[in-house]
């Protein structure tokens, strides 16, 4: 009876132990930053903090993140990402309370946007203090080849002369969208490009230009699908 009572009291002990270590890595991962939304942050306030202009999602999204730590914060949680400030969003869904991750605690996330999952990476050869996300188009970070990409969200200062805002009381920030590629590869070294067309990649990977005609056929802008296939292929190839 005393072996079992230990045996009881030592899986307590283990559950309660796991309990705080689950915690622990919850207070480790997150540190609270002063958050423009408040501790009820919903699909509205979003919307009314600039929308899709700002962020990748108009709600709370599924997803998941790695600490610094190798922390993994999935179930329980959701995300968003700003743009405007390049900060990481995150519910803890059972006690509504909205955070702003410390940059520097976060390695890599993924947010699920209804139709893709949107992943974001670190890279030391885009910024040494390793502080920035940039979001993977095609490629894996971890092998030679990636294709990366920065949104940048700037607020536009709101015209209050503006008679239809006036009148409806619209004073909801607008915002311009800018993005810049980044191609990272461990033998080409790193270019970036406002537009990335096939003329570039053709002038930069000469080699493959056979994969390239195959994935970017015609002389059409190509769209991120096509670009992110295509560095997928490079990646396995090279």
Request: glycine share 8%; aromatic share 14%.
């Amino acid at each position: 009876m005393k072996s079992k009572w230990l045996f009881v009291l030592c899986l307590s002990g283990l559950f309660a132990s796991e309990a705080f270590s689950q915690a622990q890595a919850f207070r480790d991962f997150i540190i609270a930053a002063n958050s423009p939304t408040n501790p009820k942050t919903g699909p509205n306030m979003f919307t009314q903090l600039g929308g899709k202009d700002r962020f990748e999602l108009l709600d709370w999204g599924k997803g998941w993140a790695i600490s610094r730590g190798d922390e993994l914060i999935r179930d329980g949680y959701s995300f968003n990402f700003d743009y405007e400030h390049n900060d990481l969003y995150v519910l803890k869904d059972d006690e509504g309370l909205t955070v702003v991750v410390e940059e520097s605690s976060v390695k890599t996330f993924v947010i699920f946007n209804g139709q893709d999952s949107v992943r974001f990476v670190k890279s030391i050869f885009l910024d040494p203090k390793n502080k920035t996300f940039y979001q993977v188009i095609g490629g894996d970070p971890m092998l030679k080849t990636v294709l990366l990409k920065l949104r940048v969200a700037k607020v536009v200062p709101v015209n209050k002369n503006d008679y239809a805002r006036n009148f409806n009381g619209d004073y909801t920030p607008d915002y311009q969208n800018s993005a810049t590629y980044f191609v990272v590869d461990e033998d080409k070294g790193v270019h970036s490009f406002r537009q990335l067309g096939k003329k570039d990649l053709l002038a930069l990977y000469p080699e493959y230009q056979d994969l390239i005609q195959t994935y970017l056929p015609g002389n059409k802008k190509p769209d991120e699908q096509k670009l992110g296939m295509l560095f997928n292929e490079l990646s396995r190839v090279q």
